[in-house]
């Protein structure tokens, strides 16, 4: 990286020549959960074969806070420092996961074994590729249980850290719901085998145990008594001991040596709270018969929050658990509820669904995903304060729309469900909380919703599975239909997966060399002399099919394989061309086409001069087709990169012109050579319109001094029709086919040995 750069524009522009600023040092690894709140930072694993790459993040994210913690940074540069790294640092919080490494699938082949072999499935991962529209199809992120997907290109200074801040917001929730589950079952089996203790001191030097394994340190403490009939000046009781305090049983408190001890012990009885040290704990325990009761247990290091609500819980429940076992059953909720807006969970909405299941009801059911649009964009913006209270409110809003039967639930981040019957779960009623502003601190915001439903009926499977299959039509909703609610249906599961069968053997083919180019020829309308051909790519599968290029093409360009494939392609047709030239056919060009992707890249001119380069043409002789959609994009960025793609010298031509939505003005723009009347409007030159069609195109060119080429000819009277406009050129079935190398040259022969 080297140049100057607008500020803030781009991630990978952040780096300074006279200075690199470093984030955190990782120090040596430690539970981030038993740190102070000031101590405390979220881990984020970098893996990129890119030194640049980790710089410029670190650069982007200098002083940066997420939930009030700071950032300590892990450095990997392939997949085996990453999975080391992962063995012995606890705790990594996200992975910014780049695609392309030592392979160029290495990224994704490195998520199996994060989720499968380490069982890593807390942690959050951002997939980064520098290729453009190298985002993986619905189910491609399903299957590789990627989190989230960004363009190095895009992620912004600000939009690095919403996505930052959105992914460690998950990844809180989830460690806190397992820390809870773990937790509660803690105390669930501590309470039954305190039952089993006969007498209070036994049962005492239980809770002393079980304190002691829920916080993960050895059992070393006290519990004291004050009876119920004891002034509060009166020395306390310890009624209870373990470790290096055993001595003390049935003692009294000032014989305590540990003045720290028992001063948080006293503070705890007499304030009837818990005491938090970094010493230890002191537990107010409730009362019992023979008096209030407080547990100290030495711990040696900060208590995280998930376990201080844990301890106020087993605190809480010690004081009833002798006399009501049943007010354990209340504590589950804990893993099944939402803190933050008082919906349940994940967890509960799997236990709903099944619940349906199991039950086997006449009445039909459905679940709908509603994803708030934008808002992670609103969190950075307005902060996590004002976006806690934006999901409470629509939390609140979408409780008193759906009410029993219904099932509200919040599934992570900015994403509620509601589950319930069929003729509840419309369209129009889910988009109805959203349609007045919601009022927060004072201001008005307007949210719009994207949301996917699906029918139990559509569903093979469990609760899980159930939402998954919502959470691709979600994905596919917000690709495609953002702002609107979409229904399931099989087909986006089946397209989907036959998508991503066909790109695994695509990338199988082309990895293999078993793609191929062919030829076909363009003709001059006047004298029906060769002026050049277009390189076309096939692909012949496994069983000898050959497969439609409309089918493969869009897969390589959604996927990025279009990148490497674009420059194998360009390069074998210009290797093609240099062989025709050194033959005799020094006057003839070759168009290849250049998709968006390519367009974009942002390598493109260097790639162009690269393969230039190596077979050293003239690239006057090149012609790169583009299409209209380069209007649907950065359309001044686009227009300035095919000006300096015309400065090197090559020709660009408008393919299947009239299909797309360039308009006028942007036409001319495009500093662009010829015009290719697309195949549609030739195959309809016939009738009246379509024959106004074509001539107005050709007419269009001829203004703009454009070279007009009419491709898809099939016909001689469509050849004739063109002839009689001023078509330029043509190319088409009834001059010629697309051909392999050998049949191109026996052709050519042929046609020179005729004259």
């Given at each position: 990286m080297s140049g100057n750069f607008p500020k803030d524009k781009d991630l990978f522009v952040f780096k300074d020549e006279d200075k690199m600023i470093l984030i955190t040092d990782t120090g040596s690894p430690g539970s981030s959960d038993t740190q102070d709140d000031d101590d405390r930072v979220w881990r984020i694993l970098i893996i990129d074969d890119e030194e640049e790459v980790h710089q410029a993040t670190l650069y982007a994210l200098r002083d940066t806070k997420i939930l009030t913690r700071n950032l300590e940074f892990y450095h990997a540069y392939n997949s085996a420092q990453a999975l080391d790294i992962l063995r012995t640092v606890p705790d990594i919080a996200v992975i910014l996961l780049d695609v392309v490494m030592e392979t160029s699938n290495a990224g994704l082949d490195l998520v199996p074994v994060i989720r499968e072999q380490l069982k890593m499935n807390d942690l959050r991962i951002i997939l980064r590729t520098g290729e453009p529209n190298q985002a993986p199809e619905i189910d491609v992120i399903r299957d590789y249980d990627i989190n989230d997907y960004k363009l190095k290109s895009d992620l912004t200074k600000k939009k690095l850290y919403a996505s930052l801040t959105s992914a460690v917001r998950s990844y809180k929730q989830l460690r806190t719901i397992e820390d809870s589950k773990k937790g509660l079952n803690m105390i669930l089996q501590a309470s039954s085998e305190l039952l089993t203790q006969e007498g209070l001191n036994n049962f005492a030097q239980g809770v002393i145990i079980h304190i002691a394994a829920l916080l993960g340190v050895a059992p070393e403490g006290v519990i004291c008594v004050r009876r119920r009939d004891q002034h509060v000046e009166e020395d306390l009781m310890i009624i209870a001991a373990a470790g290096d305090f055993c001595s003390l049983i049935d003692r009294p408190l000032s014989e305590m040596s540990e003045s720290i001890t028992s001063r948080l012990l006293r503070e705890s009885l007499d304030n009837r709270c818990n005491v938090f040290h970094k010493t230890g704990v002191a537990l107010y325990l409730g009362s019992h018969t023979r008096g209030d009761m407080s547990c100290y247990v030495a711990s040696g290091t900060p208590i995280s929050d998930v376990d201080k609500g844990l301890l106020e819980i087993f605190c809480n429940n010690i004081a009833l658990c002798a006399d009501n076992i049943s007010f354990l059953e209340s504590l589950k909720d804990y893993a099944f509820t939402d803190t933050l807006v008082g919906l349940p969970n994940r967890n509960a909405l799997e236990e709903v669904i099944n619940r349906y299941i199991d039950q086997k009801s006449d009445v039909p059911y459905s679940l709908a995903l509603i994803d708030i649009d934008n808002f992670a964009e609103?969190?950075?913006?307005?902060?996590?304060?004002?976006?806690?209270?934006?999901?409470?409110?629509?939390?609140?809003?979408?409780?008193?729309?759906?009410?029993?039967?219904?099932?509200?639930?919040?599934?992570?981040?900015?994403?509620?469900?509601?589950?319930?019957?069929?003729?509840?779960?419309?369209?129009?009623?889910?988009?109805?909380?959203?349609?007045?502003?919601?009022?927060?601190?004072?201001?008005?915001?307007?949210?719009?919703?994207?949301?996917?439903?699906?029918?139990?009926?559509?569903?093979?499977?469990?609760?899980?599975?159930?939402?998954?299959?919502?959470?691709?039509?979600?994905?596919?909703?917000?690709?495609?239909?953002?702002?609107?609610?979409?229904?399931?249906?099989?087909?986006?599961?089946?397209?989907?997966?036959?998508?991503?069968?066909?790109?695994?053997?695509?990338?199988?083919?082309?990895?293999?060399?078993?793609?191929?180019?062919?030829?076909?020829?363009?003709?001059?309308?006047?004298?029906?002399?060769?002026?050049?051909?277009?390189?076309?790519?096939?692909?012949?599968?496994?069983?000898?099919?050959?497969?439609?290029?409309?089918?493969?093409?869009?897969?390589?360009?959604?996927?990025?394989?279009?990148?490497?494939?674009?420059?194998?392609?360009?390069?074998?047709?210009?290797?093609?061309?240099?062989?025709?030239?050194?033959?005799?056919?020094?006057?003839?060009?070759?168009?290849?086409?250049?998709?968006?992707?390519?367009?974009?890249?942002?390598?493109?001119?260097?790639?162009?001069?690269?393969?230039?380069?190596?077979?050293?043409?003239?690239?006057?002789?090149?012609?790169?087709?583009?299409?209209?959609?380069?209007?649907?994009?950065?359309?001044?960025?686009?227009?300035?990169?095919?000006?300096?793609?015309?400065?090197?010298?090559?020709?660009?031509?408008?393919?299947?012109?009239?299909?797309?939505?360039?308009?006028?003005?942007?036409?001319?723009?495009?500093?662009?050579?010829?015009?290719?009347?697309?195949?549609?409007?030739?195959?309809?030159?016939?009738?009246?319109?379509?024959?106004?069609?074509?001539?107005?195109?050709?007419?269009?060119?001829?203004?703009?001094?454009?070279?007009?080429?009419?491709?898809?000819?099939?016909?001689?009277?469509?050849?004739?029709?063109?002839?009689?406009?001023?078509?330029?050129?043509?190319?088409?079935?009834?001059?010629?086919?697309?051909?392999?190398?050998?049949?191109?040259?026996?052709?050519?022969?042929?046609?020179?040995?005729?004259?």
């Amino acid at each position: 990286m080297s140049g100057n750069f607008p500020k803030d524009k781009d991630l990978f522009v952040f780096k300074d020549e006279d200075k690199m600023i470093l984030i955190t040092d990782t120090g040596s690894p430690g539970s981030s959960d038993t740190q102070d709140d000031d101590d405390r930072v979220w881990r984020i694993l970098i893996i990129d074969d890119e030194e640049e790459v980790h710089q410029a993040t670190l650069y982007a994210l200098r002083d940066t806070k997420i939930l009030t913690r700071n950032l300590e940074f892990y450095h990997a540069y392939n997949s085996a420092q990453a999975l080391d790294i992962l063995r012995t640092v606890p705790d990594i919080a996200v992975i910014l996961l780049d695609v392309v490494m030592e392979t160029s699938n290495a990224g994704l082949d490195l998520v199996p074994v994060i989720r499968e072999q380490l069982k890593m499935n807390d942690l959050r991962i951002i997939l980064r590729t520098g290729e453009p529209n190298q985002a993986p199809e619905i189910d491609v992120i399903r299957d590789y249980d990627i989190n989230d997907y960004k363009l190095k290109s895009d992620l912004t200074k600000k939009k690095l850290y919403a996505s930052l801040t959105s992914a460690v917001r998950s990844y809180k929730q989830l460690r806190t719901i397992e820390d809870s589950k773990k937790g509660l079952n803690m105390i669930l089996q501590a309470s039954s085998e305190l039952l089993t203790q006969e007498g209070l001191n036994n049962f005492a030097q239980g809770v002393i145990i079980h304190i002691a394994a829920l916080l993960g340190v050895a059992p070393e403490g006290v519990i004291c008594v004050r009876r119920r009939d004891q002034h509060v000046e009166e020395d306390l009781m310890i009624i209870a001991a373990a470790g290096d305090f055993c001595s003390l049983i049935d003692r009294p408190l000032s014989e305590m040596s540990e003045s720290i001890t028992s001063r948080l012990l006293r503070e705890s009885l007499d304030n009837r709270c818990n005491v938090f040290h970094k010493t230890g704990v002191a537990l107010y325990l409730g009362s019992h018969t023979r008096g209030d009761m407080s547990c100290y247990v030495a711990s040696g290091t900060p208590i995280s929050d998930v376990d201080k609500g844990l301890l106020e819980i087993f605190c809480n429940n010690i004081a009833l658990c002798a006399d009501n076992i049943s007010f354990l059953e209340s504590l589950k909720d804990y893993a099944f509820t939402d803190t933050l807006v008082g919906l349940p969970n994940r967890n509960a909405l799997e236990e709903v669904i099944n619940r349906y299941i199991d039950q086997k009801s006449d009445v039909p059911y459905s679940l709908a995903l509603i994803d708030i649009d934008n808002f992670a964009e609103i969190n950075a913006a307005l902060g996590q304060e004002y976006g806690d209270q934006l999901l409470k409110t629509a939390a609140d809003r979408l409780k008193a729309r759906f009410y029993e039967p219904n099932t509200v639930a919040r599934v992570g981040g900015d994403t509620f469900a509601v589950f319930g019957p069929t003729s509840h779960v419309q369209k129009k009623a889910l988009l109805q909380p959203f349609v007045n502003p919601f009022q927060i601190g004072g201001e008005l915001q307007l949210l719009s919703i994207t949301a996917g439903i699906v029918p139990l009926t559509e569903i093979q499977g469990r609760g899980s599975e159930a939402i998954k299959d919502a959470s691709i039509v979600l994905k596919q909703a917000k690709n495609q239909s953002r702002g609107q609610v979409v229904m399931f249906h099989h087909k986006m599961v089946d397209d989907a997966r036959s998508r991503l069968q066909m790109l695994r053997n695509l990338r199988s083919a082309f990895e293999l060399n078993q793609l191929f180019l062919v030829f076909q020829p363009k003709l001059k309308l006047s004298d029906l002399s060769v002026t050049g051909f277009e390189a076309l790519i096939r692909w012949k599968d496994s069983f000898g099919r050959f497969v439609s290029p409309g089918e493969f093409i869009p897969l390589a360009e959604q996927s990025g394989l279009i990148i490497r494939m674009g420059e194998w392609i360009l390069r074998n047709a210009i290797a093609e061309l240099a062989l025709l030239r050194a033959k005799g056919y020094m006057n003839t060009s070759m168009a290849v086409n250049l998709s968006v992707a390519q367009l974009e890249h942002p390598d493109v001119l260097e790639m162009l001069m690269r393969v230039i380069g190596e077979n050293n043409i003239d690239p006057s002789f090149i012609e790169l087709e583009i299409t209209e959609s380069i209007a649907m994009g950065d359309i001044e960025a686009n227009l300035r990169r095919l000006e300096k793609i015309r400065e090197i010298g090559f020709k660009l031509s408008m393919d299947d012109f009239g299909t797309g939505f360039s308009s006028f003005t942007y036409l001319q723009k495009m500093p662009i050579n010829c015009l290719k009347i697309d195949r549609s409007f030739v195959n309809r030159s016939n009738t009246k319109s379509g024959r106004e069609i074509v001539e107005m195109i050709v007419q269009l060119g001829k203004t703009l001094g454009l070279n007009v080429i009419a491709e898809g000819v099939e016909e001689e009277v469509q050849g004739v029709l063109l002839k009689e406009m001023g078509c330029h050129e043509v190319q088409g079935f009834f001059y010629a086919k697309p051909m392999e190398r050998e049949q191109l040259h026996q052709w050519l022969a042929a046609r020179k040995a005729r004259g």
